[in-house]
């Protein structure tokens, strides 16, 4: 078997949620070159998708959309890869503080507690599968924050790494890897769903 066919997904099931734009989508279009059968999810699906059977509209910011996720993506049973991509900032510059709670809990639910509460839906069937490959995109402000406009985004992403160190170690033994990347260090080739590399966070 050719490098190139062992990197192939053909068969494998995705979730990418942020695919609608910008990594999320370029993540989207590469797995789908590789052959898996990716789903995605953004609050608003972009006009003429290619793939609208494949688009799930919900707020993963909130439990009722990640609701409204798990609850369509359950329908074909366990996925094999899970990519959180969605994030983002709003609170407005100032400093520490011009964020008030309201920036705080916004930022911790978009970019922390979606993937939290999606991970906490999907992957017990992942687990029960013995296989399967969780990614969680961070951001270099995890380590290097901008001080004036996004220390809550900052404070989450670096909180989604410690998260995903932990996840790794738990989910190890059982046939799961789990990866925290920033923007520019995914790689789909490496998201063939096996156990065969050790589970850890990648910076």
Same mark, same amino acid.
């Given at each position: 078997m050719s490098s190139s066919d062992r990197d192939r997904l053909n068969g494998r099931r995705a979730l990418v949620t942020g695919g609608s734009k910008g990594s999320g989508k370029a993540i989207v279009q590469r797995l789908r070159e590789m052959g898996a059968d990716v789903? #995605? #999810?953004a609050r608003t699906m972009p006009g003429g998708y290619e793939r609208p059977d494949r688009f799930i509209e919900a707020d993963t910011s909130t439990v009722g959309g990640v609701e409204a996720v798990v609850s369509k993506i359950s329908e074909g049973g366990a996925l094999d890869i899970l990519e959180h991509v969605v994030g983002g900032s709003s609170t407005p510059p100032g400093g520490f503080a011009a964020a008030t709670e309201e920036h705080w809990l916004a930022e911790l639910n *978009?970019? *922390? *507690? @979606? &993937? /939290?509460?999606l991970d906490r839906a999907l992957l017990p069937a992942i !687990?029960? &599968? @013995? =296989?399967? !490959? !969780? /990614?969680h995109v961070t951001s270099i402000q995890r380590e290097m924050p901008l001080r004036d406009a996004t220390l809550p985004y900052a404070s989450a992403k670096g909180a989604l790494r410690t998260y =995903?160190? =932990?996840l790794a170690n738990e989910l190890a033994p059982r046939g799961v890897r789990v990866n925290a990347v920033s923007p520019g260090g995914f790689r789909p080739e490496r998201m063939r769903a096996s156990s065969t590399s050790s589970p850890r966070a990648t910076d």
């Amino acid at each position: 078997m050719s490098s190139s066919d062992r990197d192939r997904l053909n068969g494998r099931r995705a979730l990418v949620t942020g695919g609608s734009k910008g990594s999320g989508k370029a993540i989207v279009q590469r797995l789908r070159e590789m052959g898996a059968d990716v789903w #995605t #999810t953004a609050r608003t699906m972009p006009g003429g998708y290619e793939r609208p059977d494949r688009f799930i509209e919900a707020d993963t910011s909130t439990v009722g959309g990640v609701e409204a996720v798990v609850s369509k993506i359950s329908e074909g049973g366990a996925l094999d890869i899970l990519e959180h991509v969605v994030g983002g900032s709003s609170t407005p510059p100032g400093g520490f503080a011009a964020a008030t709670e309201e920036h705080w809990l916004a930022e911790l639910n *978009l970019n *922390l *507690l @979606g &993937a /939290v509460r999606l991970d906490r839906a999907l992957l017990p069937a992942i !687990v029960e &599968a @013995g =296989s399967g !490959v !969780v /990614v969680h995109v961070t951001s270099i402000q995890r380590e290097m924050p901008l001080r004036d406009a996004t220390l809550p985004y900052a404070s989450a992403k670096g909180a989604l790494r410690t998260y =995903s160190k =932990s996840l790794a170690n738990e989910l190890a033994p059982r046939g799961v890897r789990v990866n925290a990347v920033s923007p520019g260090g995914f790689r789909p080739e490496r998201m063939r769903a096996s156990s065969t590399s050790s589970p850890r966070a990648t910076d």
